[in-house]
């Protein structure tokens, strides 16, 4: 028996428990449209593929499964890449379907091919940053390059896929039988895991160093691996300190969490880990900003300190620091090991009073270094009071995305985290315009959580049709805008090395300007709300809150900088022969 292959695949993606695609129409695309208008698949429609990507990307984190895009040829594709790129680089997992040329016009530029250096060539634009792309150039092979790409997506060191199909191919017919034999194959990979000699070599040298410390990256939060890395951190007592992206992997209020690394790390979390004797690096790639530019005397020095490395992907290990044992494994499944040793070579555990106590008197310290600026009544309102009562409203197990700028790097230092794989943050990729649709994307896979964006003017600039989707699905989001009028953490750095603000700061007539964001909210059938004063934040949040509504609350901010005793490369390279980071603006 034959069938439209368009509907074969939306058999097959409900087959394979997919509840939600994330796209946008095209010519070469609505024969799948059209065979989604009978499933149970529900379309997220947005107006922009970058959109879709970036919410494709927040539900993907939360529901630790690949997303699906749907995307047009050409244009369409290209508009996605910069999201398909953010997953990439933060190895979620994603499968991108994109329409294509018909296949009997390769070459003769119909319209909107990608033709300058070879016929139908528009998947090799992603190539660079998928894991793979296929052109599908027969119809029987689209079940078998389809079951592929979700294997591949999901599997080792997760990210994006592409599978570029050409719109004739949609509307080919072949038989079923080609996708039933796909019922035959597994839908997930059993995953790797680190021998019991390895892991007695691992929990030995900790056991026996005198300042050990756990480092941990975002990978345990792929790997699901909270709940093991916490009982291997109770059990022999080792302060654990992270990357951006491994915020939340350990409770910011567990008594063993020092906090976030590097440049936008403090001088004791730094200090710690530059004089560790042994670090345990879970599921980090040691990037750039959370390691002090690789400088040996602000973050990690491995010439004094013996590492070991446990990763999914072998070729992050060694890639910027040596490794005395480099592990390749799932990190769930390792942890697993490395409990049941440590139990066994040290059944009665660790105790560390001395520790805790010294953890402890840090965070007050820094708690009592933030008093003055979330008790002050100033407006434009102080961003360490606007993350504080944020955080106050807000429940534990909320869902929060951020942006680039205050916003991300002051929540990776002083907001804290509860939950693991509760926030959700553009890391390799550093992408401005991913906070506001990737909050879509994880309310829609949490409906019954809040969801807050904290995201900035510069950053809510770049997507603000984010809105029409919350509007048109009812899709309860809460953004926060934390307006400086300004891309502030740039104009910082500008304004500190070169005396300039040009190109960085918004303004009209010698006077800061910017658009009513609560206005355009409304525009879009979003409840908008403009915060005239310091007192009105809260209670406006508390509203927006539990109204279960889409909400904008659009916040003037002071342009302060992120307060940071860290090292960045960057500032010698603006300013050899001087020590300044960022200056207000």
């Known amino acids: 028996m034959e069938k439209l292959i368009s509907h074969q695949l939306v058999n097959y993606l409900e087959e394979r428990g997919i509840e939600h695609i994330f796209g946008l129409c095209g010519h070469t695309n609505i024969a799948v449209l059209t065979a989604l208008e009978e499933s149970k698949i529900k379309f997220i429609n947005v107006r ?47 499968v991108v379907i ?68 050409p719109m004739d191919i949609f509307s080919k017919k072949i038989d079923v039988s080609l996708f039933d034999r796909l019922h035959r194959q597994t839908k997930s990979l059993q995953k790797p895991s680190i021998d019991d000699e390895t892991a007695k070599s691992i929990v030995q040298k900790l056991i026996n160093a005198k300042n050990p410390v756990l480092y941990v990256g975002g990978g345990i939060l792929l790997a699901d691996a909270a709940n093991e890395l916490k009982e291997l951190v109770d059990h022999l007592n080792i302060p654990v300190a992270h990357s951006l992206m491994g915020k939340g992997a350990l409770p910011d209020d ?19 880990c530059r004089t560790a004797d042994y670090i345990l690096a879970l599921g ?33 290990i060694g890639r910027n620091y040596p490794a005395e044992i480099g592990a390749v494994a799932d990190l769930k499944q390792a942890l697993k090991v490395l409990n049941r040793v440590a139990k066994q070579l040290i059944p009665e555990g660790v105790k560390n009073e001395a520790l805790i106590k010294e953890i402890a008197s840090y965070r007050e310290e820094f708690k009592a270094s933030n008093e003055e600026y979330i008790h002050d009544n100033s407006f434009p309102m102080q961003p360490q009071r606007i993350l504080n009562e944020v955080r106050e409203v807000l429940p534990k197990d909320a869902y929060i995305t951020t942006d680039v700028g205050w916003n991300k790097n002051g929540v990776g230092q002083q907001f804290p985290i509860y939950e693991a794989g509760s926030i959700l943050t553009p890391g390799g990729f550093a992408t401005m315009g991913f906070g506001a649709p990737a909050a879509l994307g994880a309310k829609v896979a949490q409906p019954d959580k809040v969801v807050v964006s904290l995201v900035g003017d510069g950053g809510f600039g770049q997507n603000p ?61 979003v409840e908008g709300i403009k915060i005239q004063s310091a007192e009105e934040f809260k209670p406006a949040l508390q509203r927006a809150v539990a109204s279960n509504k889409p909400v904008v609350i659009d916040v003037a901010m002071l342009n302060n900088p992120v307060p940071t005793s860290g090292h960045w490369n960057i500032m010698d390279i603006y300013s050899p022969d001087k020590k300044v980071h960022h200056v207000s603006v």
């Open 48 to 94: 922009h593929e970058q959109i879709a990507a970036h919410a494709a990307d927040g539900y993907a984190r939360v529901t630790k499964k690949a997303a699906v895009v749907l995307s047009h040829l050409g244009p369409g594709l290209t508009n996605a890449a910069t999201g398909v790129a953010n997953a990439a680089l933060d190895s979620i997992p994603m």
């Open 98 to 165: 994109a329409g294509d040329v018909p296949t009997h016009y390769y070459g003769k530029h119909p319209h909107q091919e990608v033709n300058l250096h070879a016929d139908a060539s528009q998947y090799e634009i992603y190539r660079p940053f998928v894991k793979r792309a296929w052109r599908v150039d027969r119809p029987d092979l689209f079940p078998e390059i389809l079951e592929k790409a979700f294997l591949l997506a999901e599997s080792g060191n997760p990210g994006p896929v592409l599978v570029s199909v």
């Open 254 to 272: 567990h008594d063993l969490t020092l906090g976030m690394t590097g440049f936008w790390g403090t001088k004791f979390i730094n200090e710690k």
């Open 284 to 316: 980090t790639r040691f990037a750039e900003a959370d390691s002090s530019s690789w400088e040996p005397e602000y973050t990690f020095d491995f010439s004094q300190t013996k590492l070991l490395h446990i990763d999914i992907d072998p070729s992050e």
């Open 465 to 525: 049709a984010v809105l029409a989707t919350a509007a048109e699905e009812n899709i309860p989001v809460v953004w926060i805008i934390m307006n400086n009028f300004a891309f502030g953490t740039i104009a910082g750095l500008q304004k500190a090395h070169f005396g300039t603000t040009l190109g960085t700061i918004f303004e009209k007539d010698g006077e800061v300007y910017s658009p009513d964001f609560a206005s355009i909210a409304k525009a879009y059938g």
